[in-house]
């Protein structure tokens, strides 16, 4: 099946600094790339739609400067935690959409996700 | 605005005592509802995606089924190792290919 990787699993950075997370579609051609965000306790949440050769789709309430996405390839998304605040800690998880060969519909892979604490 | 509501939002068994999880449903336009499994500082593993009411679909001790307004996810003689948080989403006809996820059903199963 379709595998979508995602680097590093777990990061603690201090206050202030940058994070890069990658997400890379392992055996399938990605236009679309998805990143939501996660609480402890709670579901995924939607942060942004990256999209590949153009600028990124933000969700209301997310700031575009602070979380940079960048997606330069068909199997590549970049998510950057610019000047990372503890508040910012959380549980990141990309996606990607795999075309259902001979049909419509689209299924939906995760990566293994990126525990990020900011100290 | 569209809504996903999973129930219970914990539930605990014995091992095979066979149960149902509830994705109850409110959306312009499905696309698809999609059942997937997290297990902790995971992200979720995909398990099903079903499109049409009518639609279902197993795996081994898991089966999903859809109508118009909710899905189940059937565990059939459930064992610890199915233990997890189970996630329901959909995708909307004005979402593109972004799902909407509800707030999951915690499943503990014990021996």
């Known amino acids: 099946g379709a595998v979508v990787s995602q680097h590093p699993s777990r990061v603690i950075c201090k206050s202030g600094t940058s994070v890069k997370i990658e997400c890379r579609s392992l055996?399938?051609?990605?236009?679309?790339m998805f990143w939501y965000r996660q609480f402890p306790k709670q579901s995924l949440m939607l942060m942004a739609t990256s999209n590949e050769g153009s600028k990124a789709t933000y969700e209301q309430g997310v700031e575009k400067d602070k979380f940079l996405i960048n997606h330069a390839s068909l199997t590549l998304s970049t998510l950057t935690v610019t000047s990372a605040h503890p508040e910012d800690s959380s549980f990141y998880i990309c996606s990607a959409t795999k075309p259902d060969r001979g049909s419509v519909n689209t299924e939906a892979f995760f990566g293994q996700g990126t525990r990020l604490t900011v100290v | 605005e569209d809504q996903v509501t999973q129930s219970p939002e914990a539930l605990r068994l014995q091992e095979g005592e066979s149960s149902s999880l509830n994705c109850s449903y409110t959306v312009s336009g499905l696309r698809g509802l999609f059942w997937y499994r997290q297990d902790p500082g995971k992200g979720p593993e995909f398990l099903f995606t079903l499109y049409s009411a009518g639609e279902e679909k197993e795996k081994e001790r898991l089966k999903a089924t859809l109508t118009k307004k909710e899905s189940f996810l059937h565990i059939t003689a459930p064992k610890p190792e199915d233990s997890a948080t189970y996630l329901c989403a959909v995708r909307a006809s004005n979402s593109g290919y972004a799902l909407n996820f509800g707030k999951g059903t915690s499943l503990l199963v014990t021996p």
């Open positions: 055996d399938f051609q990605a236009t679309t």
